[in-house]
């Protein structure tokens, strides 16, 4: 598990591509800049690693495009002690930014394969969230809830009404939805029954499927 300066100056202009595409987040650019990418996907791939573009990895999943994760991570807002519940953890990609932003991090994973991959290799290179859970993101995570923030990294049909649930007062669900494509969509928690709702354009993503794999 290399990290050369080679990789670093890919980063770097990683980095540099996704300020030019209007991420201004100087916290989440440092965690493009910091985080090997290209530990996270097969090493016979690794000269994709720092393009800006999804890949994919094991269950027929992928990880993120580095701009969709950087959007999401400035959307939200992350700051220090936030507590995050993540859906979809995949290859830890997204997860890996929200720990570099010192977030408290409950991230799920519905695919075994996946599930088993990510929580052994994310200690590995120091990188340790609150919990991994192997389970069913359709319905978050009621004994840890409620949360500042969730975010989806898979194309929900709809909303999880137990995502909205389990969120703050103040709190921030951002989630893709759609079917083939994606809106991505903001809902800010403005009171027990109120949420408002922000629609952020169009994304494309994996679906999120429904119960453990």
């Given at each position: ?104 991090v409950y991230t799920i994973e519905r695919q075994h394969e996946l599930f088993k991959k990510t929580a052994t290799f994310l200690p590995k290179i120091g990188l340790k969230p609150k919990r991994f859970i192997f389970g069913d993101g359709y319905k978050g995570l009621k004994e840890q ?34 079917q083939k494509s994606q809106i991505m969509t903001l809902f800010v928690r403005k009171s027990q029954n109120e949420f408002e709702k922000q629609e ?14």
């Open positions: 598990m290399k990290d050369t300066a080679k990789h670093q100056g890919l980063r770097n202009q990683l980095a540099t591509l996704l300020e030019e595409k209007g991420i201004d987040d100087q916290n989440v650019l440092s965690a493009i800049r910091k985080i090997p990418r290209h530990l996270f996907i097969d090493s016979s791939f690794e000269s994709h690693a720092y393009q800006d573009k999804a890949f994919p990895i094991a269950a027929d999943q992928t990880i993120s495009q580095p701009y969709t994760v950087a959007f999401q991570s400035q959307t939200l807002a992350i700051k220090p002690k936030d507590k995050i519940l993540e859906i979809g953890t995949g290859s830890g990609y997204q997860t890996a930014v929200l720990l570099h932003l010192k977030a408290e809830a409620p949360f500042d923030k969730i975010i989806v990294t898979a194309g929900a049909p709809l909303v999880p009404k137990a995502l909205l649930a389990q969120l703050k007062i103040g709190g921030m669900l951002l989630i893709p939805v759609g952020l354009g169009d994304f494309a993503f994996v679906p999120m499927l429904e119960e453990k794999n």
